[in-house]
């Protein structure tokens, strides 16, 4: 799904944010280790010197019928290292110490929220799903990347125009088939979007600044889920509007669950919560639906 970002933007999304997180932290982060980790079958969570969590989607590959076992973190010496250290690993190619890294990035990201409050100009909703926070006109083209269930209920509902983007069709429910197409049609599909929803995990698998590079100045687009990091401006660069991410209440609790198999509707409104930010407009995300795709 990947596909060369804009020439301007020569930093990935994924440099921009460990470049914040490492300057905005300085001594703070050098400081800190992972306590506790956990890398469960669909979550892997961190927990922080500092009592503070953080999680990523695990990478699932199918054809070991589990997670991946390439590049494994070694079982017994993930806790006690350097947060710093672990965040090497943030520009691997995809695997589970991929995966450890972010949660560990949005661990620290969220050690950011708790030292400097939210970040300035952005409005923050607590506990609200992103889906809420965006513009959506009748008769806008949406595209879903990732199959996200309720939203593709919640636009059926609408009698919304849209398509789903995904790498597995196994992941369709069989009466949501009409709507789906292959993602390596994403340079045809998501150019056409007024509004594009974009999983999370696309961080981790390394195709974000691909397809932010397909979308059209004035769409409105969001990154979401429990992998998105929570520092809007790298995101706002490059156009995104909506971000709806995690904040994790109770590491431990959390990694509890997440140990057990558990997925999103085990943990929210219990060990963790929703965190939805509109991002302030920039020349690349300034709202413009008077100008529309031209169909999908």
Avoid at 20 to 40: W, Y
């Amino acid at each position: 799904m990947a596909s060369s970002a804009p020439a301007e933007q020569a930093e990935s999304v994924m440099q921009a944010l460990h470049a914040h997180v490492l300057h905005a932290l300085g001594a703070q982060a050098q400081a800190l280790r992972i306590e506790r980790a956990v890398l469960g079958l669909f979550f892997t969570g961190v927990k922080l010197s500092n009592g503070v969590g953080g999680m990523c989607a695990t990478f699932f590959d199918r054809a070991c019928c589990g997670p991946s076992g390439a590049a494994r973190p070694m079982p017994g010496a993930i806790k006690g290292l350097k947060a710093v250290d672990v965040l090497a690993d943030l520009h691997r190619p995809q695997d589970l110490r991929r995966a450890l890294a972010i949660a560990t990035l949005n661990a620290l990201a969220q050690t950011l929220w708790q030292r400097d409050g939210a970040p300035a100009n952005v409005q923050r909703c607590e506990s609200e799903d992103a889906f809420h926070a965006l513009r959506i006109c009748p008769g806008d083209a949406v595209v879903l990347v990732g199959a996200f269930t309720p939203y593709i209920r919640a636009l059926r509902q609408r009698a919304q125009p849209f398509h789903v983007l995904e790498l597995d069709p196994a992941a369709i429910n069989p009466e949501d088939m009409p709507f789906y197409q292959p993602a390596e049609r994403a340079p045809a599909i998501v150019p056409q979007a007024d509004v594009c929803i974009i999983t999370g995990t696309t961080l981790l698998n390394s195709t974000l600044d691909g397809l932010l590079g397909l979308i059209r100045p004035g769409a409105e687009v969001a990154v979401v889920g429990p992998t998105t990091t929570l520092i809007p401006g790298p995101y706002a660069q490059r156009g995104v509007t909506v971000l709806g991410g995690t904040r994790v209440l109770d590491a431990d609790a959390l990694l509890d669950v997440l140990a057990e198999g558990g997925t999103a509707r085990h943990f929210f409104g219990h060990c963790a919560e929703r965190v939805t930010l509109r991002l302030p407009a920039t020349p690349a995300n300034a709202s413009n639906h008077s100008i529309k795709g031209n169909g999908i």
